[in-house]
């Protein structure tokens, strides 16, 4: 292996775009990609000045000059996709939601613990410098006790049956696209949460259009989340604490700013967390750290915060009632 880590990208369609295109922002060696086609991967390295092109995912895998691989497929293959990737002896940056299902999750983590090799979750909003910051504010103390987190996650996508979005077979649905995010928040700030409540909205072609879900800590704090693909929502997140609140502005889940307010509602805090490109490299240049220094497991998003929050979102889906043809 070299200094900085070659990185493979998995899959060529619109996530892996942008995630390829942000770590030009950083200098990062792309090394490969690996498409289902020839002619995408050729494409997609064209695009992005990529030395090698494979035509299947299994090649791109055993290319001995790739150490990491990004999985960026539809979420029904992550697991299928980043076994591939571990059996060739890379780490893995693997897209959210991490896999269907925590079973597979908890497949992938243990493999790669067998094999000694770094898997993180790509929620790559957990790796922005406003929720570092966040972070510090609430470890201060400056919430007094942080009592709930009030967030949406709501978008007006396609609603062409055949989209990914809306179709089962490609693991469709809000909650596993937009709602993970809100999920994932919440066990951010809470961990593990209690009890959970659910309601949902399908959509014609039977995944989630909407779903509202509250979650309860056993120190009695509450999540109050919602999600929805054909409907815009304000896209802000509030923690409300006893002796001052942050105010998350839209979009909370991207590079963004906040606002500390006080009881009174005076700001005590304004941080604009706004960085060049998307910010999707950070998630990169943490995987790349945990590979430098040795280590496996993130203190930012861990592999059991991971399969906790695929097994949330499991619950979730037994509440509504929402399976998929491949489970
Ligand atoms: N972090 C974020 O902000 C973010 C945003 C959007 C999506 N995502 C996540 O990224 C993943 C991909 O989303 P996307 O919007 O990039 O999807 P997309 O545009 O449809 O691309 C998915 C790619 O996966 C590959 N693929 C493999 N099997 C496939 C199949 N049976 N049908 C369709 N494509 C297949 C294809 O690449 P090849 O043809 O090259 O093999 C395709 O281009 C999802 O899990 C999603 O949750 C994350």
Redesign the pocket.
């Known amino acids: 292996m070299t200094d900085t880590l070659r990185w493979g990208i ?10 390829t295109s942000d770590l030009g922002v950083i200098g990062a060696t792309v090394q490969a ?5 020839q002619e ?2 050729d494409a ?1 390295a064209a695009e992005f000045g990529i030395p090698t092109a494979h035509g299947s ?1 299994e090649a791109l895998a055993a290319d001995p000059d790739v150490d990491a691989i990004y999985v ?7 697991a299928e ?1 980043a076994l591939l990737a571990l059996e060739g002896g890379k780490h893995v940056l693997v ?3 991490f896999t269907l299902n925590a079973n597979e999750a908890r497949d992938v983590v243990e493999r790669a613990d067998a094999k000694g090799l770094v898997v993180l979750e ?4 957990r790796f922005l410098p406003h929720f570092a910051r966040i972070r510090q504010i609430i470890a201060d103390g400056t919430l007094g006790e942080v009592r709930a987190l009030i967030a949406d996650h709501d978008q007006k996508l396609p609603t062409d049956p055949k989209h ?2 809306q179709n089962p ?3 469709g649905g809000a909650l ?2 937009l709602g ?1 995010y809100p999920v994932s928040f919440a066990w951010d700030l809470f961990d593990k949460p209690a009890s959970i409540h659910a309601i949902s909205t399908p959509t014609p072609t039977g995944v989630d259009q909407q779903t509202a879900i509250i979650l309860g800590y056993e120190t009695g704090q509450q999540a109050l989340l919602h999600t929805a693909l054909d409907a815009r929502g304000p896209g802000t997140a509030v923690i409300v604490g006893t002796e001052a609140r942050i105010e998350i502005a839209p979009t909370w ?1 991207f590079p963004t700013s906040f606002e500390v307010i006080g009881p009174d509602d005076t700001v005590l805090e304004s941080f604009d967390g706004s960085v060049e490109g ?1 910010g ?1 490299y950070f998630q990169a240049q943490e995987l790349e750290r945990l590979v430098r220094e040795g280590h496996r497991v993130s203190p930012l998003l861990s592999p059991r915060q991971t399969i906790g929050i695929m097994e949330t979102l499991d619950e979730i889906r037994a509440q509504i009632g929402l399976t998929y043809p491949s489970e």
């Open positions: 998995l899959g060529t369609g619109g996530i892996a775009h942008s995630f990609v690996g498409s289902r086609t995408s991967a997609f995912y960026s497929t539809p979420h029904p293959f992550h996709n897209e959210k939601p790509a929620m790559w909003s990914r979005l077979d490609l693991g596993l696209d993970i889940y998307r999707m």
